[in-house]
Nanobody
Framework: QVQLVESGGGSVKTGESLRLSCVVS????????IGWFRQALGGKREGIAS????????YYVDSVKGRFTISRDKAKNTVYLQMNNLKPEDTAVYYC??????????????????????WGQGTQVTVSS
């Protein structure tokens, strides 16, 4: 059974940075994709970044493109989300997830069609102005 454990959340001010970590364990086959979703208070859970297991291709939603970077350390079974230039609208609980989602050319992807296989417990990120 795949288990995901996030860490690295916290409270920062506008323009500052945080790095989230997600340790993945219990998998017998590398997940097709692993990525990050977030859910603001009263909002829907939205996918923001993903990495394909096979070749490391990355996908981002427009609201975080250029500010957030997803990466991985295979030796540590850990996926990271480097978040720079944080804004108050980035305040949310951030979740790590595995599974698969459709992708297209030129970095297109459809996180709303992600077929999830596991979720982490979430880590809170709060950005104040």
């Amino acid at each position: 059974q795949v288990q995901l454990v996030e860490s690295g959340g916290g409270s920062v001010k506008t323009g500052e940075s945080l790095r989230l970590s997600c340790v993945v364990s219990g998998f017998t086959k590398e997940p097709r994709s692993i990525g990050w979703f977030r859910q603001a208070l009263g909002g829907k859970r939205e996918g923001i970044a993903s990495m394909t297991g096979s070749d490391g291709s990355t996908y981002y939603v427009d609201s975080v493109k250029g500010r957030f970077t997803i990466s991985r350390d295979k030796a540590k079974n850990t996926v990271y989300l480097q978040m720079n230039n944080l804004k108050p609208e980035d305040t949310a609980v951030y979740y790590c997830t595995t599974g698969a989602h459709p992708v297209g050319a030129y970095g297109r992807w459809w996180p709303e069609h992600w077929q999830h296989t596991a979720w982490g417990q979430g880590t809170q990120v709060t950005v104040s102005s």
